[in-house]
């Protein structure tokens, strides 16, 4: 391989030679699955940033190459992704691994392989293995994210909450998590359901709700059954408030349902604003005016992995790692698109990255620190956002 | 490029140690056994309990996690006894899903959907991955030597003739004297044993099970293998995992290369091609790639003397 | 607590009412064919994507998609039938119905080609429910409830009444002496493969004409499908029905005494319970 990059590179104009060797990165997204329905705009918005940069120039006057690989929304078959991004495309990062027990399997060879991982799983346990820095994430860890809905909850004046949960890594974490924040408010967690996601039909769950009589239902799961656990809300003529994460809670949720049965419902999001220009930049590059949490984060964290890589020079998944906390978060110039900030760190100057999804400023594990959160709610069939804080 | 190989062959490995179980069970006995991937989390999570949370060594935990599969195997075994093929793969199938419904709750024992990281592996860590890749797939491969010598013993010895005939036909069996039930629940169990040791080493190998891991997909991968490389043939049972995780992994690279594609559609893509790799094996070979040969019978001499002209 | 006890078997009878019709569809190819046609999954959602495409891209009212979804799935069934998987029956009942697996794998995929992963609804109003006594019944579930019942009613009178129905039922009693007696048994396996599918497809459709549909659909409601058909007796038509109105209401009645997560799981508790009382499953094997 070796022999036959030299060849190609001598018998190359010598303006291609000093361009070096492309950069290879991986994305690793669920594309069939239970994931499926995130999975491939999340991929879409990772091929865009690095479109984007090749049509710059690439970094540092070298091209990057994306190799893309399916999870399956399965560990086994995660694990077999991952082998190959690793030692045949050599990436030195793989980027948007959705569902707990997918980025929990891949991230042990990453580390081992000294390959820089990024992630939009919340599960808290994640950020807690012993990655040696080689993981980042931009979904914040369930106890901010719930600490935020569950404060937000208490401003909305919700006193007797109520969770309907799929069973998740997250669902019984988020649970407690409320019942503390909404107790220390005043507020009480009235109780919660964990059901199984795969069924059709939540009637009887949604009667054990129902006789709790609650005046906000926390919809903690993914978007299939989410969908028909709002349906079945509204046939059963509830009428109090609903409350879900953005993830779930989506555009397509808003297409597939009628007007009358999501209005009304909040959604919590991690976001700097919708006017962000970064935001907006995403939206149309991805054509679509709401964008899900998940491609916001993707497109983040594809951009952070090429700054991290023009910063240090290098593109090997240890100067990844080194220098990612380097061009997201300190006193640098302000940049929220990665071609400007290739085009300021050729230019030898300091920049803090801050993305479509939020600040993206890491902890020394990998979580994503104290971020500002998107508050928003469903009016006849539309995200309105009620402030962003 | 060496090092993904080799870690797919260590899959393959892995994934022939269950077919080599489904084929005691189905290939020798003749019973259905849609459970697999059940008995396969099962080896893997009393091992990986055993080690990880007990500190026992991992040899210790894998035969634990073969011997507990086992006995999984036989009380399913024992309970299913007396239904007949169909009712049976059903009646598997849900055992497996019981198993990941479970281990997705019950949260104190099994960390729930969130899984068991960090399992200990054999000199994980004192190597680079490269060294551990390596060791691990000798490893794999000695077992799974280890396991086919042992089975090919047993398919020849008289026991094999038994579990043939009953799979050919129980009620010949049972006038011939033999006590079908007690062979059926012992090759039940000795299947599940062959697959809880995969589960184990599977564990080991990865270091982080989590019940997402267990789906149905994997059992149809493996009853697929077996059926590709041919049942009733333990080297076929092989083969045959060879050849589906070289469907699944040669699927990547072919699919890359069709222009045009959104990346869902290269994925859906992909898993039409294993479908149909398997679809059109299955029909141009039906008995799989090595299909059972019975083991010769060594009849005296004298009265079939054309016999011996032939050897 | 009556009322609740009430509410949980009219939700299970509900649910199970819309699933008979897949369940049908699975235990009557097995009745002539004499093997489990796994590919029902890819069916169902075939079905469902056909039954969309009728209400959603051309407008239909949901009806007549409905009948739509069954003929796309039926023919799409029995064009399966005829290249993939009778070409393996000779090989022996095993060898189809792991063929069969193999052609969901494919089938699910082509869904996924041309239609991605996204969520999709009907376009229906989504009614509130109804409510008398302290219980509530839902509008869009009895018309999906009427819906399956008059599809169940068809295919009886088909069966019983005519002659290509009674020659099904020949060849699921005894193939034997249907072929003595003249039945083509190709082309009742082809019918049956028609209407088992479109049964199927149908069935899809009514699942989510509730819900949403993705290229999951079929996937997720299959294993309750079998056990249904399982536990009515397989091969049996009315055992079918009988089986999944069980499953349906056991499911929902052990919300009572069990954790909501632990669902599924009782629908093989039941299979095992039934099948330990009569191995042939509640109705035995009489395919009518």
Known sequence: MGTAAAVTALAAPSIVRAQGEPIRLGALNPLTGAGGSYGPTMRKAIEGVVDRVNAAGGINGRKVELAGEDTQTNPDAAVRAARKLIDVDKVSAIMGTWASACTTAVAPLCWESKVFLTTVSGSDTITKLPHQGYLVRTQPNTHLQIGRLGEFLLELGSKKVFVLAAQTPFALPSQERLGEVLKAGGSELIGGVIYDKDKTTFRSEIDQALKANPDMIYLNGYTPDVTI??????????????????YAVNKKLLESLPADVTEGCYTVAPSPSVNSAAYKRLAEFLGKPDLDPYSCQCNDQASLVCL????????????????????????????DDVVDGLKLLAAGKDINYEGASGACDFDDIGDILTTNFRYEQVQKGAFKTLKVG | MENYIVAMLVFAGLYGLMALGLNVVWGMAGMINLGLVGFFAFGAYVSALLTKVLGLPIWFGVVAGAAGAAAAGMVVAMVTAKLRGDYLAIVTLGFSEVIRI????EIWLTNGTDGISGIPGPLRGQVTPEAFNLIFLALVAVV????VFLLQRVRHAPYGRVLRAIRDDDQVAAVAGKTVIRFKVEAFALGCAVIGLSGA?????TSYIAPDGFVPLITIYIVLALT????????????????VVFFMESTRFLTEVVPGLQAVQVAALREMLIGGALIVIMRLRPGGLLPERLPRIDLPESNLPQEKKAT | MLTEVVQLVLNGLMAGTILAVPAIGFTAIYAVLRFPNFSVASQVTIGAFAGYVANVTFGLPAPVAVAFAFLVAGFSGLVCDEFVLRPMRPAGPLAAAIAAVALTIVLENVVRFWFGNDLRGYDLPVLRDWRFAGLRVSPQQLENGVIAIIAMACLFG??????????MRAVADNPMLASIKGIDSVAVGRLVSFVGMGLAGLGGMLLGLDTSIDPLTGFRAILTVFAAAVVGGLGSIPGAVVGALTIGVAEELSLLVLDPAYRSAVGFVAILLVLTLRPRGILGERAF
């Open chain 3, 158 to 167: 088909f069966l019983a009444f005519s002659r290509m129905g009674k020659a």
């Open chain 2, 102 to 105: 479970t281990a997705s709750n």
């Open chain 2, 144 to 147: 799974v030597a280890i396991v």
């Open chain 1, 308 to 335: 991290a890589i023009a910063k240090a020079g290098d593109a090997s998944g240890t100067a990844i790692k080194d220098a990612v906390r380097k061009i997201s978060q300190g006193p640098g110039e302000k940049v």
């Open chain 2, 201 to 205: 080493l599977y564990g080991h190998y």
């Open chain 2, 228 to 243: 590709a490389g041919g049942t009733g043939n333990n080297y076929g049972a092989v083969v045959g995992s060879v050849l």
């Open chain 1, 229 to 246: 656990v709002m349906r079945e809300l509204y046939k059963a003529g509830y009428e109090g408030g609903k409350i879900g994460q953005a």
